[in-house]
């Protein structure tokens, strides 16, 4: 019985892709240097934040209060 019905033949495999084109060291620089650039513009003022979702976390910096003016 199993010889009317025979099963698919798997299709052949994929081509293989396209070798990558080679960089140069001051292409591979100027790309690194653009991703640190775009990380640091991307961080903004996060660091400037001092409060977090409970308010302020650690001690108080401020120092000594003032009058305005003097």
């Known amino acids: 019985m199993g010889g009317i019905l025979s099963s698919p033949k798997a299709p052949p495999p994929p081509p293989p892709p ?10 591979v620089r ?24 409970q308010g302020v976390q650690g001690e108080d910096t401020g120092g000594k209060k003032t009058l305005l003016g003097q």
Not at 18 to 27: G, R
Request: hydrophobic share 20%; charged share 45%.
């Open 18 to 27: 396209p070798p990558m084109p080679e960089k140069s060291d001051q292409e």
């Open 30 to 53: 100027d790309e690194e240097l653009k991703e640190r650039r775009r990380r640091a513009a991307a961080k903004g003022r996060q660091s400037t934040i001092l409060t977090g979702g």
